[in-house]
Every structure is written in C-alpha cells, then in structure tokens.
C-alpha cells in the first residue's frame, strides 16, 4: 500500500503559511472599510441560503370561495392559508366573450399588485364559464380563448384552466368530438403561440385523454386533472395519474365533490396520490375547488381552511 507521502502530487505547489495569513489579514481590512450596510449584507449572504420553494404548491379557486374575479380573493386566500388563487375570467352568458376586468391594464396591475403584497402566487386562470357554456358550439370560442391567453400573457400566468363542461365533455356527450378536437387543435395553436398551456379538463379516463392528447397533437393542450372525475365514474384516480404521467399533467383539482372535507372523505388517499406524484416526479399546484361540508357548505372559511390545512400537512410536510 501507498503511504500518503506518495500518494501526492509532488507538482502540486506547496502552500506557504506566512503568505496566506498576510492574504487573510488583506481580506479582513478590506471587509473593515466596507459601510456598515454593506458588510451586513455580505455576511448575511455568506449564511443565508435561498428559501427552497415547496414541490407542491396550494391553491384555492376564487368562483368557489365566492370571489370571483374579486380583489378580495387575494386577502381571504391568505386567510385560509393557501399559497395561491385560481383567478376566473368572468362569466360567459350569452356574451361574446368573458365578462372580465382583467382585459384593463390598471386592473390587472392591481391584481398583480395585491398578490405580490400577500406573498400569493396566481398558477392559472380559469375559463370556468364552460362548466355551462359550450366549447363545441359557441360561434365566438376562438375570440374566447384568444382573450384568456391575452390575459395570461399580460399577468405572466402559465396555465389556463378549460372545463369541457356538460355539454361539451365527451364522455356524455361523444358526437361532438369532431367539433371539439377542431377546437382544441386550434386553442393549442393559439396557446404555442402565447408560449403558455391550456389545461383540458374532462370526464374521459386516462387512456381516452392520452388519445385525444395524442390526436390534438399541440404541446400548448395539457390534462388538468380533477379527481372528482374518476371517482364518480368508479375509477382508480392513483393509477390514472400515473397512466397520464408528469409530461402530460399541469395542474390537478385536488378534491372531490361536496359532501366531507378531504381528511374525512373514505373516497379520497392524499397519501397514494402524494406517493405517485412522487413517483413520477412530478411538482406544481394542487387547486381546491370542493371537498365542502354537506352540513355546512356556505361557510367558506371552515371548508377551504380545512381542505388548505389538509393538503398541506400531507404535501408539505418537512
């Protein structure tokens, strides 16, 4: 065996005490001369390492806590202790687009301005109005969409939330698919263009959205899964997810529909979903939505500090 005398580089220069003590002593009277703010800020540099963002981040949607595109979804958000707001784009009717605010600059700001003051975050926006509306048959989806995207665009927000809603979802509604698929080949277009995604959200199982994925063809079009989905149609929501995988998921509801809050609901394993997210390696927002007290289900407070609460101690925990 080789001592460690031979185990050196011999070329290796060798380090000269005197020389790096006088270099020690230039160091520290240099730091001396530095004002006083200064050296504070450099020390507390030297030890302060960068907060490590959570994996999982929580949100809450603004029209279920009854905040609909309100500047006051930011305040109660924070009250009920979520990390972010899915802000709507307003109601549809019979309008040509959304009835939004959010296409006003000075609006915008101050949403933007409101959440940064909160130490919120807004992941996505919501085209919630075709819960009702139809994505196949509205002459006007295209204006629609292009609004949402506009919008994303002006407040930096990645994600769009787009329900297929009742009358649109394929798996009630099969005979327009056609019409669907032309839309949403058309919405990703739209989407790549923005450099955003638009989180398709519909009642199909996992092989049958990988399918229409496949036949979109467009990186702008993701799945945002709702677990509700599954388990009302009696499917395995754990073994969906990682059918699905991370590439194609952007965001999740992460609740089921009314009746108990999440730590009580037998329906509902944030221990499997968390292990599978893990396992596929996926991060990104987890967004209440139901998961309501069937007692009590007006009372936003108790419902969505509840399910905020839970999903924390399961997703973030240290």
Not at 4 to 17: D, F, G, L, V
Not at 116 to 121: I, N, Y
Request: aromatic share 6%.
């Amino acid at each position: 065996m080789n001592s460690s005398a031979e185990c050196q580089n011999t070329t290796a220069p060798r380090i000269n005490r005197r020389a790096f003590l006088e270099r020690a002593a230039l160091v520290g009277g240099a730091l001396t001369l530095l004002p006083g703010s200064l050296l504070a800020q450099t020390n507390a540099n030297a030890v302060a390492a960068p907060a490590k963002a959570p994996r999982y981040k929580i949100a809450v949607c603004d029209w279920m806590i009854l905040k609909r595109q309100k500047l006051g979804a930011f305040a109660l958000a924070k009250e009920l202790g979520a990390d972010g707001v899915e802000v709507d784009m307003g109601s549809l009717g019979e309008r040509e687009t959304f009835e939004s605010q959010l296409n006003k600059p000075e609006v915008r700001q101050q949403f933007l301005d409101q959440a940064r003051a909160l130490g919120l975050e807004i992941p996505s926006l919501a085209m919630s109005g075709f819960y009702a509306q139809s994505f196949a048959e509205r002459a006007t989806v295209p204006r629609m969409v292009q609004d949402c995207l506009d919008t994303m665009v002006a407040m930096q927000v990645e994600t769009a939330f787009l329900p297929l809603g009742v009358k649109s979802d394929l798996l009630q509604h099969p005979e327009v698919r056609p019409a669907v698929l032309e839309r949403l080949k058309a919405a990703g277009a739209q989407a790549e263009k923005a450099g955003v995604v638009i989180g398709v959200e519909s009642e199909l199982d996992a092989a049958a959205q990988i399918k229409l994925l496949d036949e979109v063809g467009s990186p702008g079009i993701k799945i945002y899964y709702n677990l509700a989905n599954a388990i009302q149609h009696g499917r395995n929501y754990v073994q969906e997810l990682l059918q699905l995988g991370k590439a194609r998921l952007c965001q999740i509801h992460c609740t089921n529909t009314d009746g108990f809050w999440l730590q009580n609901d037998p329906q509902v394993n944030l221990l499997n979903i968390k292990s599978a997210l893990d396992a596929m390696g996926w991060s990104g927002w987890l967004v209440v939505e139901r998961s309501r007290d069937a007692k009590d289900a007006r009372n936003v407070k108790k419902n969505f500090s509840a399910n905020v609460a839970y999903l924390k101690s399961i997703f973030q925990k240290s």
